[in-house]
């Protein structure tokens, strides 16, 4: 968790090459679809894939989705996962990846407080693994169970002639704590958060869970496709279910400040715009490349 | 649930690192390890948070 900027792994797929980079300016963008549509905006000529977690997450309850951003078709696709990809990025205080290039391989990442191992494998290797984060041209999951939801089309980023044409997997082995300035605070919110389940539209069930989320519920392998949520709780991210407790901005702001953000309630409230603005800027540049 | 609520009680601390237990496995095959030594105060918290009631209690006289 990085409470004053963002730290971002760039994975250059063409050359198994990475560097971490501080961005201070991503700050005000929280986290989530906010960063990830920042990033993608930055690199765009490069077409690259972002996977992005939030601020929170792991860290409250129903806060436990990760977000993809890729293009295709001249467009931008969103895509959310569970699992426990997104709590363990930020656990490791990462708060993005940026994949580039292409590659016909499989490449593992592995991270370990910080200290990141690009390398290839066989895909028999690859497909025995059940990493944190697999990503191959028509899926994404966490764990191999927890989907990122259908029609996933990275036919550009992954070029092998197999019928994968390559792979992408991340495990992360180790995370950091963070120490509490006021544990009581936070247990009293977690707790009040945590009693909110009613509010979620999905059912306790005995499936496993997302990190950090006691349901269980039958959705959790299925991804979010199809569900449309306010910008705050997709920043967040919490899952889509739970939009009910998080669109709002007090509870977003005592979450965030409880854990040592300093956001302003003017932050929150400006995201939406921020992020429309910017899902606007790419979805036009990407309609021009396709048209030229 | 368990892993964060036992670093949370036991070392004041958020996250996975100094929690007592840990999960190992996939999904649908998850294993809870408690490390040997660890003299875990609170248990009935952690046992509580668990929505599967994957723990039991066990006191000692």
Not at chain 1, 6 to 23: A, M, P, Q, R, S
Not at chain 1, 266 to 283: A, F
Request: hydrophobic fraction near 35%; charge should be negative; glycine fraction near 8%.
């Amino acid at each position: 968790m990085n409470l004053e900027y963002k730290k971002v792994l760039y994975i250059d797929l063409n050359t198994l090459g990475y560097e971490f980079k501080i961005h201070e300016d991503l700050w005000k963008y929280i986290g989530g679809i906010g960063v990830g549509y920042k990033l993608f905006a930055d690199n765009l000529d490069e077409k690259p894939v972002v996977l992005a977690a939030g601020p929170l997450s792991g860290y409250f309850p129903y806060i436990s989705k990760a977000n993809l951003l890729y293009s295709s078709g001249g467009a931008v696709e969103e895509k959310f996962g569970g699992g426990t990809i997104a709590g363990l990025l930020n656990m490791v205080g990462i708060d993005a990846i940026v994949f580039t290039g292409a590659t016909d391989k499989f490449v593992h990442v592995s991270l370990f407080n910080q200290e990141v191992t690009v390398t290839t494998e066989k895909e028999e290797d690859f497909e025995r693994r059940y990493s944190d984060f697999v990503l191959t041209k028509n899926a994404a999951t966490s764990q191999r169970y927890f989907s990122f939801g259908n029609s996933i089309n990275l036919e550009n980023f992954f070029t092998g002639e197999t019928q994968l044409g390559g792979g992408l997997s991340v495990s992360i082995d180790s995370t950091e704590s963070l120490d509490f300035s006021d544990f009581s605070h936070y247990e009293e919110l977690y707790t009040d958060l945590l009693d909110q389940y009613r509010k979620l539209s999905v059912e306790p069930r005995s499936n496993p869970s997302c990190l950090g989320c006691p349901m269980g519920c039958d959705k959790s392998n299925q991804g979010e496709d199809g569900e449309n949520v306010a910008a705050l709780p997709r920043c967040l991210i919490s899952c889509a279910y739970a939009e009910e407790v998080y669109k709002s901005i007090p509870t977003a702001y005592a979450c965030l400040n409880s854990v040592g953000y300093k956001y302003h309630h003017s932050h929150l409230e400006g995201l939406p715009k921020l992020v429309g603005e910017l899902k606007v800027l790419i979805n036009n540049k990407l309609r021009d490349d396709s048209n030229s | 649930m368990c892993v964060l609520a036992a670093a949370r009680y036991e070392a004041k601390k958020l996250g996975l690192k100094d929690s007592p237990i840990a999960i190992k496995g996939k999904p649908g095959q998850y294993k809870i390890q408690s490390d040997y030594g660890a003299d875990i105060k609170n248990p009935e918290k952690i046992v509580h948070i668990c929505p599967r009631n994957c723990f039991d209690t066990i006191v000692e006289k």
